[in-house]
């Protein structure tokens, strides 16, 4: 099953990255840039070699995806638990298997990608390597303090003593301050230097994807409505912290008057379960700091699933049949939620019209054509 709902999230949404991802892709420290730098310039050397070939771009950002995947199947072929599948291939099937694939090239994918290697870091005993990895991921892209910065921090509390955690987490945290507060996003003039390289590269650069390191906040603010992606990703903010409520309370480990816990361990359960609901409902906070809802929205469902697959991977209990009926009607209601995707794309329909126009546009090499816009 895992197989074949991968296969339907790859139809359903599969795409060459875009401009605006391989635009982003050229960004990096050497050119003047202070922000969203790591993964530009990791591969600066390899981009200037290629005079900015958006093939470098694409590679790298097929490699992410692939590796994703990886630790998806690694993850499902190691877990003993059944509530563990029905949840990964839950989530390819549902509009977020598609979504996954379509913004392919997006540093959301960097990000939860070090976040698994910050996660299995802190699994081996291995904190200090854990937050090294994690203030990376500030340099990754600044939105990891509202992704998967909340996740890892969930997941050292539970790990760590409370001291220790907090000591992981300061670097990330001190970081991601001075990235957003203290640090211009760029040197003056670098937009336009790193224009001027990109209008002779053989993709079409994005001028608006680079003016997003002139702009302020307050700038950005003034070209969209906060409040209407506030009110645009309500409904997936309420299903995902109601779901996660009453998942928690029908946890019968919680919820048994009888379990024999002391009053310490109960407000530790509490602490969890707050830091967990912080890490759920922490992408909505994401309208403060972009126009892009429908992401956002993915993002919620997504962190979601990951703090649930974590719960249990923790308790090491399948889920009890309400909690069952609890997550498969989410599902259900998640699949009415649009998730509408970049560039004009839609979600190709499960019907033979569209399946036989993808595998044409595949066998003649039409799928695989650098994208325009």
């Given at each position: 099953?895992?197989?074949?709902?991968?296969?339907?999230?790859?139809?359903?949404?599969?795409?060459?990255?875009?401009?605006?991802?391989?635009?982003?892709?050229?960004?990096?420290?050497?050119?003047?840039?202070?922000?969203?730098?790591?993964?530009?310039?990791?591969?600066?050397?390899?981009?200037?070699?290629?005079?900015?070939?958006?093939?470098?771009?694409?590679?790298?950002?097929?490699?992410?995806?692939?590796?994703?995947?990886?630790?998806?199947?690694?993850?499902?072929?190691?877990?003993?638990?059944?509530?563990?599948?029905?949840?990964?291939?839950?989530?390819?099937?549902?509009?977020t298997g598609g979504y996954f694939f379509h913004e392919v090239g997006y540093y959301d994918q960097v990000l939860y990608l070090v976040l698994f290697a910050g996660v299995?870091?802190?699994?081996?005993?291995?904190?200090?390597?854990?937050?090294?990895?994690?203030?990376?991921?500030?340099?990754?892209?600044?939105?990891?303090?509202?992704?998967?910065?909340?996740?890892?921090?969930?997941?050292?509390?539970?790990?760590l003593p409370f001291g220790r955690a907090v000591l992981v987490l300061v670097a990330p945290m001190v970081l991601s301050g001075i990235v957003l507060v203290a640090v211009?996003?760029?040197?003056?003039?670098?937009?336009?230097?790193?224009?001027?390289?990109?209008?002779?590269?053989?993709?079409?650069?994005?001028?608006?994807?680079?003016?997003?390191?002139?702009?302020?906040?307050?700038?950005?603010?003034?070209?969209?409505?906060?409040?209407?992606?506030?009110?645009?990703?309500?409904?997936?903010?309420?299903?995902?912290?109601?779901?996660?409520?009453?998942?928690?309370?029908?946890?019968?480990?919680?919820?048994?008057?009888?379990?024999?816990?002391?009053?310490?361990?109960?407000?530790?359960?509490?602490?969890?379960?707050?830091?967990?609901?912080?890490?759920?409902?922490?992408?909505?906070?994401?309208?403060?700091?972009?126009?892009?809802?429908?992401?956002?929205?993915?993002?919620?469902?997504?962190?979601?699933?990951?703090?649930?697959?974590?719960?249990?991977?923790?308790?090491?209990?399948?889920?009890?049949?309400?909690?069952?009926?609890?997550?498969?009607?989410?599902?259900?209601?998640?699949?009415?939620?649009?998730?509408?995707?970049?560039?004009?794309?839609?979600?190709?329909?499960?019907?033979?019209?569209?399946?036989?126009?993808?595998?044409?546009?595949?066998?003649?090499?039409?799928?695989?054509?650098?994208?325009?816009?």
């Open positions: 099953m895992f197989v074949l709902a991968v296969a339907v999230a790859a139809y359903t949404g599969f795409r060459l990255p875009n401009d605006w991802t391989a635009t982003l892709d050229a960004v990096s420290i050497t050119e003047g840039f202070h922000r969203r730098i790591l993964v530009g310039t990791l591969l600066h050397p390899l981009a200037v070699a290629t005079h900015d070939n958006y093939w470098v771009f694409a590679v790298k950002s097929y490699l992410v995806l692939a590796a994703l995947l990886a630790v998806a199947t690694v993850a499902l072929i190691r877990t003993k638990l059944v509530s563990h599948r029905l949840l990964l291939i839950g989530w390819l099937l549902l509009p299995l870091a802190l699994d081996r005993s291995r904190p200090i390597v854990a937050s090294v990895l994690m203030t990376l991921s500030v340099l990754v892209h600044e939105i990891t303090v509202l992704t998967a910065l909340p996740i890892f921090a969930m997941v050292a509390v539970r790990r211009h996003p760029s040197a003056p003039g670098s937009t336009a230097r790193l224009g001027a390289v990109l209008a002779h590269a053989n993709f079409p650069y994005r001028a608006d994807a680079l003016a997003l390191f002139d702009r302020t906040q307050d700038r950005s603010w003034q070209l969209y409505n906060v409040g209407d992606v506030l009110i645009y990703l309500a409904p997936s903010a309420i299903l995902m912290i109601l779901a996660f409520a009453l998942l928690h309370l029908t946890d019968a480990g919680l919820t048994d008057p009888a379990n024999g816990r002391t009053d310490n361990a109960k407000l530790v359960s509490v602490l969890h379960a707050l830091v967990a609901a912080v890490a759920v409902t922490s992408p909505l906070l994401l309208a403060f700091a972009g126009w892009d809802q429908d992401r956002w929205g993915f993002l919620l469902v997504t962190n979601f699933a990951i703090v649930l697959w974590l719960h249990l991977r923790e308790r090491q209990r399948e889920l009890g049949m309400t909690q069952v009926v609890i997550l498969v009607a989410t599902m259900l209601i998640v699949t009415h939620i649009p998730m509408g995707y970049f560039d004009g794309f839609a979600p190709r329909p499960l019907q033979w019209p569209a399946m036989q126009a993808f595998l044409g546009d595949l066998v003649h090499g039409k799928a695989f054509t650098i994208p325009l816009r």
